[in-house]
Every structure is written in structure tokens, then in C-alpha cells.
């Protein structure tokens, strides 16, 4: 089951006594606790029937007996168990599961883990409760998951905004909310995101970015790509080489694709290579103006200069003057 839907049933008051959130993506977890902690009792009940335990300093049987008692002058009860990978003993909590209590609702937040599922607690849970089991988002997901999420909060953003975001942050899906609702405060009446937007409230340059870089290098523009390399010299956080060449390692590889795809149609490719159909174009285009041996080339280079940038065979020379090197070697290659 989704977190979305989780939430969902909630709303409408359809509970069952057990929920257990795990996995790899915090967001998600993070999100239906919150709602857990905040939305399902009244104001009123929380100070009698609301209990929160952390994993680390957690007593199972404390944790047992609290799910055990019932609630005060209400019709239900909320336990969370926050940090749960952290709680020594949580295997004892299977005499609880196997028969929970109808007037509490149990939820339990269990992150960057997954309980075995051969385990008699795996079972236990499939059988009494709702699990929720997480992941990280592949980065070609993360355009369209910020787009909805931004319709959902009752906005649009323009494409060119929405990919120098998700871009700049990547999959730190907490962080893309957080900047997200920074720029609707301060969008007044307005409803669509610029890029302007982003530059201004996140702070990204939407002239001096990674994802400019990108586009300069698949079109071989050197003196574009140049210039954003003197603006990272003067702003080394705007683009630190260990994020740049990540950056410039995922066209080359993504291009090299190209060459094995026999199909013609743009969103086709997308899907064969694993990208978004709005970035295909610029594999296209790369793969277009470097040629087989080119692209070879520029992943050999990456990955030298990728040991240079930490010293191997190389001592003292700056970020900027690698970049500048191997940005000329790349695009003079053929």
C-alpha cells in the first residue's frame, strides 16, 4: 500500500490496528507518521491517547504494554514507534502483533531497513496489518513525481524550472518539498513556477547550473561551457566537481545508449535507456555531434580526470583548471 492511500483511508476513518513503514525512501515514512502524530486524533484525545517511543531508547515491553491499554475517554488510541531499526528486541513485538488490539492503532517507523520477509515478524505483519515498503526514486521518476507533486499543492511550474530544480537537488525527495513550498510563499496570487522562481527563492543560476554544463557539452559549445566553469571558480558550491562530473558521466553514459538503439521514435529511446523523454533529445544530440569514438573518449577522460580531482597522479592543481583541461579535451577530441 502508498503512503498516499494510507493517508487516504485515514481521512475517511478506515483504520487497522498495525502499520509498519520501512525501507529506503524517509519521505514517505516521514509522511504518513506525521499525519499519524497530527491528523487522526482530535486535539482534544492527544495528550491521553497519543504516545510516542524512539527505537533507541525503546523497552519492547514498554512498548507492549502501551499498545495494551485502552484509550481514555475515546474511541482509539495512537502508539508510533519512531526509529525502529534502532530498537534492540524487536522481534518481541510479534506476541503483540499476533493479537493487536482493535482500539489501538500501531505504527511503526522502520528506516533504510526492511524486515526479513521469512521471517514469523514478516508474516505476522502481512497477516495483521498494512505494510508500506519503500525505495528510492530513480532519477528519471523525479521529474514527474515533482510536477504532481506540485499539482497536488494547487500549482503548475514550467518545464525548463522544473528540470533546473530536480537537477540542483536530485533525489532528496524532503528537501525538493521543502524548497517547493518556499517558492509558493512567496509566489503571492501567481500559480506557475518560473525558472526565474527558482533561481530567485532556491538559489540556482539559471544561466550557471549543471544542467547548463550538460547542455553545452552534448552540443559541444566551449565557449558556453567555459564560461559556467568560471562562474563554479568563483562560486565553488554552485558546482563542485564532485557533482559535476557525476553530471557530465551520466550524458556520456546515457549517449553511449544511443549507439545500441535501433529504434527511431524519441519517447521509445527514453524508455529503452531509462530516461525522460525531455532529456533524450540532448543524448541525441550528443551522440550526433561526438560519434562513437568521441563518446568512448569523453567517458575515458571522466574517469581520469574523476582520479585527478582526488589526487591520483595529480597534486595541487585546482578544480577549476581540471575542468577547464578536460573540457577542452572532450569537445577538441575529433
Known amino acids: 500500500m502508498s503512503a498516499e492511500k494510507i493517508i487516504s483511508e485515514w481521512k475517511r476513518k478506515v483504520y487497522k490496528p498495525i502499520y509498519w513503514l520501512e525501507g529506503e525512501e524517509g519521505f514517505f515514512i516521514d509522511k504518513v507518521m506525521d499525519f499519524a502524530e497530527h491528523h487522526i486524533l482530535p486535539e482534544s484525545e492527544v495528550s491521553f491517547n497519543l504516545t510516542v517511543f524512539y527505537g533507541k531508547d525503546a523497552n519492547w515491553a514498554d512498548v507492549v504494554n502501551a499498545c495494551c491499554r485502552y484509550p481514555m475517554f475515546a474511541e482509539r488510541q495512537v502508539v508510533l514507534l519512531k ?14 502483533i499476533e493479537k493487536p488490539l482493535a482500539s489501538t492503532i500501531f505504527v511503526v517507523s522502520y528506516k533504510e531497513k526492511k524486515v526479513d520477509g521469512r521471517s514469523r515478524l514478516a508474516k505476522l505483519l502481512k497477516e495483521k ?6 525505495k528510492k526514486m530513480y532519477e528519471s521518476q523525479l521529474p514527474e513525481w515533482t510536477r504532481e ?15 533546473l530544480l530536480v537537477d540542483h537537488i536530485g533525489n532528496d525527495l524532503s528537501r525538493i518539498d521543502n524548497e517547493i513550498d518556499k517558492v509558493l510563499v512567496n509566489l503571492g496570487e501567481r500559480k506557475n513556477i518560473t525558472e526565474d522562481d527558482i533561481e530567485k527563492y532556491v538559489g540556482i543560476s539559471k544561466e ?4 547548463e554544463l550538460q547542455d553545452a557539452f552534448a552540443k559541444k559549445d566551449l565557449v558556453k561551457a567555459i564560461r559556467i566553469i ?3 571558480e568563483a562560486n565553488p558550491k554552485a558546482g563542485p566537481i564532485q557533482l559535476i562530473l557525476p553530471t557530465l558521466y551520466n550524458l556520456f553514459s546515457k549517449t553511449y545508449m544511443i ?15 531509462g530516461v525522460n523523454p525531455y532529456f533524450v ?5 550528443a551522440a550526433k555531434n561526438y560519434g562513437y569514438e568521441g563518446v568512448e573518449n569523453a567517458l575515458l577522460l571522466l574517469h581520469t580526470y574523476n582520479l585527478k580531482s582526488v589526487g591520483v597522479n595529480d597534486i595541487g592543481t585546482s578544480d577549476a583548471s581540471l575542468m577547464k583541461e578536460m573540457t577542452a579535451k572532450i569537445l577538441y577530441a575529433n
Open 281 to 285: 533529445k540532448d543524448y541525441m544530440t
Open 208 to 211: 550557471y547550473n549543471p544542467f
Open 259 to 273: 549507439f545500441g538503439q535501433s529504434a527511431k521514435d524519441e519517447k521509445l529511446i527514453a524508455s529503452n535507456i
Open 230 to 232: 568560471q562562474y563554479f
Open 149 to 163: 507533486l506540485i499539482q497536488s499543492k494547487g500549482n503548475t511550474i514550467s518545464q525548463k524550472a522544473l528540470f
Open 129 to 134: 496489518g498494512e505494510m508500506l515498503s519503500t
Open 83 to 96: 526509529e525502529a531499526q534502532q530498537m534492540r528486541d524487536i522481534d518481541k513485538l510479534e506476541s503483540y
